[in-house]
T-cell receptor, first 113, second 112 residues
Framework: NAGVTQTPKFQVLKTGQSMTLQCAQD?????MSWYRQDPGMGLRLIHY???????DQGEVPNGYNVSRSTTEDFPLRLLSAAPSQTSVYFC????????????FGDGTRLSIL | GQNIDQPTEMTATEGAIVQINCTYQ??????LFWYQQHAGEAPTFLSY????GLEEKGRFSSFLSRSKGYSYLLLKELQMKDSASYLC?????????????FGKGTKLSVIP
């Protein structure tokens, strides 16, 4: 079982560069989300999707774009990287229903120089 | 946004029992999750409470009081491998609300 797969695992960018963090799940989950985790801040929601073609903003969406063209994939795009976006990024997915736990990918550790 | 509060750090002895508390605004959430996160790894699901009371799952139990805006995670017979961060997360009230709001996590250190 692959579960939630994130690529790359590590990435170093220069300020102003753009890149896409990939997330794929093979569990046919309707709900997918992106979080960032910073020391002392906990997990903060960036964007989420309740199904293909539907996305919405979370708590900290500025500087990030998402799309959901298929049920399986939910890429996160950094438009113009800034040092403040240095973080660990987690993708998660779940069935859409009360009490359905979110399954997390292994994370992408991103450094912006 | 809605706040979820939990202690930053706790230390407990191997073999002991530890209770990790989580408080939140009562009007904000419908259902509380607990996740475990080892250093450098992804969070993994431990428990979910939507009704008041205690849910027991092996060495781990979780309690919810909706009227008090209070939850706790109880870990019994502590093992060294239980050293991790424990994350409390609330699911917002309202149909179709699946996004979670996480507390900042409690780092538990288990000592011999």
């Amino acid at each position: 079982n692959a579960g939630v797969t994130q690529t790359p695992k590590f990435q170093v960018l220069k300020t102003g560069q753009s890149m896409t963090l990939q997330c794929a799940q093979d569990m046919n989950h309707e709900y997918m989300s992106w979080y960032r985790q910073d020391p002392g801040m906990g997990l903060r929601l960036i964007h989420y999707s309740v199904g293909a073609g539907i996305t919405d903003q979370g708590e900290v969406p500025n500087g990030y774009n998402v799309s959901r063209s298929t049920t399986e994939d939910f890429p996160l795009r950094l438009l113009s990287a800034a040092p403040s976006q240095t973080s660990v990024y987690f993708c998660a997915s779940s069935y859409a229903g009360l009490g359905q736990p979110q399954h997390f990918g292994d994370g992408t550790r991103l450094s912006i120089l | 946004g809605q706040n979820i509060d939990q202690p930053t750090e706790m230390t407990a002895t191997e073999g002991a029992i530890v209770q990790i508390n989580c408080t939140y605004q009562t009007s904000g959430f419908n259902g509380l999750f607990w996740y475990q996160q080892h250093a450098g790894e992804a969070p993994t699901f431990l428990s979910y409470n939507v009704l008041d009371g205690l849910e027991e799952k092996g060495r781990f139990s979780s309690f919810l009081s909706r009227s008090k805006g209070y939850s706790y995670l109880l870990l019994k017979e502590l093992q060294m491998k239980d050293s991790a961060s424990y994350l409390c997360a609330g699911r917002p009230s309202g149909a179709g609300s699946y996004q979670l709001t996480f507390g900042k996590g409690t780092k538990l250190s288990v000592i011999p």
